[in-house]
T-cell receptor, first 115, second 112 residues
Framework: EAQVTQNPRYLITVTGKKLTVTCSQN?????MSWYRQDPGLGLRQIYY???????DKGDVPEGYKVSRKEKRNFPLILESPSPNQTSLYFC??????????????FGNGTRLTVT | AQSVAQPEDQVNVAEGNPLTVKCTYS??????LFWYVQYPNRGLQFLLK??????LVKGSYGFEAEFNKSQTSFHLKKPSALVSDSALYFC??????????FGTGTRLLVSP
């Protein structure tokens, strides 16, 4: 089954403790992206990647890191999480990227709470 | 800057009635417009898109959307709502960069 898999689904952590949210897709998609969803703000893009070793900032990249060492994986790293990063995070992928208007495939989300 | 507005936080409709979820956009250039749906505890799912051509776009689950350039709108519609259509709906826009800008979402509640 074609899918985007995020882990974990739920994560509670404390301020400053480094964490990684994993994302993997099995569709051989070139483009991958991370979003955060907050009430009243919709989805905002954190980082995206057009291909292996090619990443770029979205609209809210502060406090986050990403890497794309393999085509299928695109982990989101919070080196020193803060309470304002408490949010619902989504990973997404698409065949040709946003410019080509190919639909995004989303994971089921990771709900992160930072205390 | 490109932006998308969904003026209604929630839309209530009775099952069997037509539904409309509104979306307006503000972009320079020709927009690519999308609708996505989010069910509880799930990621977003693609419903339909407009790139060019016919202003009425048909998508999944019986949904359609009408692109109106003069009103800069892309409203989502369905002739007969189902209880199972109850979900959170997002409009999104892109104008040639690798960023998709989403609206704040509209919760659709279909009552039996």
């Amino acid at each position: 089954e074609a899918q985007v898999t995020q882990n974990p689904r739920y994560l509670i952590t404390v301020t400053g403790k480094k964490l990684t949210v994993t994302c993997s897709q099995n569709m051989n998609h070139e483009y991958m992206s991370w979003y955060r969803q907050d009430p009243g703000l919709g989805l905002r893009q954190i980082y995206y990647s057009m291909n292996v070793e090619v990443t770029d900032k979205g609209d809210v990249p502060e406090g986050y890191k990403v890497s794309r060492k393999e085509k299928r994986n695109f982990p989101l790293i919070l080196e020193s999480p803060s309470p304002n990063q408490t949010s619902l995070y989504f990973c997404a992928s698409s065949e040709g990227g946003v410019v080509s208007a190919t639909p995004l495939h989303f994971g089921n989300g990771t709900r992160l709470t930072v205390t | 800057a490109q932006s998308v507005a969904q003026p209604e936080d929630q839309v209530n409709v009775a099952e069997g009635n037509p539904l409309t979820v509104k979306c307006t956009y503000s972009v320079s250039g020709n927009p690519y417009l999308f609708w996505y749906v989010q069910y509880p505890n799930r990621g977003l799912q693609f419903l339909l898109k407009y790139i060019t051509g016919d202003n009425l776009v048909k998508g999944s689950y019986g949904f359609e959307a009408e692109f109106n350039k003069s009103q800069t709108s892309f409203h989502l519609k369905k002739p007969s709502a189902l209880v199972s259509d109850s979900a959170l709906y997002f409009c999104a826009v892109n104008t040639g960069f690798q960023k998709l800008v989403f609206g704040t979402g509209t919760r659709l509640l279909v009552s039996p």
